[in-house]
């Protein structure tokens, strides 16, 4: 089992900047890779980054050249920083873990809203 806590959402006005951060605990070891989904009121979640153990990253086009997402190995931590924010990435962002024991598991944390005025 992993456990993942996000943290650093909040409410900017539209160009500012956030930083998320995600917290692992638990199986770490069984981790591959560990990015973030968002969810619109009234859409389905969607993809926005990715960062595999091998520091490969990868992006939804809607947000790159915007978004950064990095990782911290000692501290267990996957973070997003999010910059040039528009008020159409006003969502719940979900971290997500992806782990391999065995079979392949997928793990969400509780959300953490992003509010972006215009």
């Known amino acids: 089992q992993v456990q993942l806590v996000e943290s650093g959402g909040g409410l900017v006005q539209a160009g500012g900047s956030l930083r998320l951060s995600c917290a692992a605990s638990?199986?770490?070891?069984?981790?591959?890779?560990m990015g973030w989904y968002r969810q619109a009121p009234g859409k389905q979640r969607e993809f926005v980054a990715q960062v595999t153990t091998t520091d490969t990253t990868n992006y939804a086009d809607s947000v790159k050249g915007r978004f950064t997402i990095s990782r911290d190995s000692a501290k267990n931590t996957v973070y997003l920083q999010m910059n040039g924010l528009k008020p159409e990435d006003t969502a719940v962002y979900y971290c997500?873990?992806?782990?391999?024991?065995?079979?392949?598991?997928?793990?969400w944390g509780q959300g953490t809203q992003v509010t972006v005025s215009s």
């Open positions: 638990g199986s770490i070891f069984s981790i591959i890779a």
């Open positions: 997500n873990a992806g782990a391999y024991a065995g079979d392949y598991y997928n793990y």
